[in-house]
């Protein structure tokens, strides 16, 4: 189970966070984020949409039984992916994962996290049951095909708007967006299908596929085909 616990930048007495995720699932975009941080977290580890026992574990603390779900050093219980990496981030501004309030970037910082969740990601919800929109069970070739199409589509819609012309998404410095997009871009329709409808944002997700800071937990979490 990876690191159990990364070493800590922060007081070795706080309560490290819990994290509910699973391997190239939702939840690596946070766990880089964690580790990118060096902040300590316990990870209980599964599947939830294919595990039924990684659902009654998460249970307890998200009764919608989804991963990513975290538990603040506090206590306090958060969900959705965003959202967390939003929150995470703005915890620690000396790592500059985030634009800062008063940056010009951060409205358009926060319109593409909060894209990436609502049009693309949230998709990925339907595939595993595609009886949560009403579909068959016969028709899921069908509505999986069609899931895949429209994330195509909303990755070459940013991808023409957004149009990075830096080393990152928003400039010179890698950000929780850059996480964001490097990991839901792996799932399906795939990378290649990415590649060919995002082509400015394509090499950007493969700069940070390389970073050097997360070779060891890629390969751990979310290795590459």
């Known amino acids: 189970m990876w690191a159990l616990c990364y070493e800590s930048a922060m007081a070795s007495t706080e309560t490290p966070w819990t994290l509910y995720g699973a391997p190239a699932s939702g939840s690596i975009a946070v766990e880089a984020a964690l580790t990118l941080l060096g902040i300590s977290y316990d990870l209980v580890d599964g599947a939830t949409w294919a595990d039924s026992a990684a659902r009654e574990r998460v249970a307890p603390v998200n009764a919608l039984r989804q991963i990513p779900t975290v538990v603040l050093p506090g206590g306090e219980v958060m969900t959705e992916s965003a959202a967390i990496l ?46 949560r929109i009403g579909a068959p069970e016969s028709a899921r070739d069908d509505v999986v095909h069609a899931a895949h199409e429209r994330i195509a589509f909303c990755w070459a819609h940013m991808d023409g708007q957004l149009s990075p012309g830096g080393t990152y998404l928003l400039g010179e410095e890698l950000t929780v967006l850059d996480l964001y997009v490097t990991v839901v871009s792996r799932f399906g329709p795939w990378r290649e299908r990415f590649y060919a409808a995002a082509p400015r944002m394509a090499p950007v997700v493969r700069r940070v596929d390389n970073e050097p800071r997360l070779q060891a937990f890629w390969r751990e979490r979310f290795p590459m085909e």
């Open 86 to 131: 939003i929150h995470l981030a703005d915890l620690h501004p000396h790592a500059r994962l985030a634009p800062a309030v008063a940056d010009p970037r951060r409205s358009q910082y926060l319109r593409w996290m909060v894209y990436v969740s609502s049009a693309i990601y949230s998709l990925h919800w339907i595939k595993p049951d595609v009886g």
